[in-house]
């Protein structure tokens, strides 16, 4: 694995997603209480993108419930925006089957956010 710089603290808003790409990776960056968590940004659904949480949902006639997707901070869990499938930000779990999206270790050193991939 190598570390690889992908921003600063400060561009991730607190409860907030971003997307970054590493050696061809996308990957969401999480911000929880200053706490930040690194998966996989491409639902192992149908592909949605995990950080247009917050945009027009895209591929619209594919989905089954309401969006927008969630972050909950408390939980340390967010939502897809396309179906609602919930993931621990911390393993990547699936909350209701054994499915599991990739996680990376993300390392804060001063203002700067690097993952390992
Ligand atoms: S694409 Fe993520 S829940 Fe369907």
Redo the contacts with the bound molecule.
């Keep these: 694995m190598t570390e690889h710089i992908v921003g600063s603290v400060d561009e991730v808003p607190d409860g907030g997603v971003i997307g970054v790409e590493v050696d061809g990776l996308e990957i969401a960056i999480f911000n929880c209480d200053g706490d930040f968590y690194a998966m996989q940004n491409r ?1 192992i ?4 993108a995990l950080h247009r949480i917050d945009e027009e949902r895209i591929g619209e006639d594919d989905c089954l419930t309401e969006g927008p997707g969630d972050i909950d901070c408390e939980k340390r869990v967010t939502a ?1 925006p ?4 919930k993931f621990e930000l911390e393993t990547g779990q699936h909350q209701t089957t054994e499915k599991r999206m990739r996680t990376f270790p993300v390392i804060v050193d001063g203002d700067e956010l690097r993952v390992d991939v």
Excluded at 45 to 48: E, G, I, P, V, Y
């Design positions: 639902c659904h149908r592909r949605a897809c396309w179906h609602g499938w």
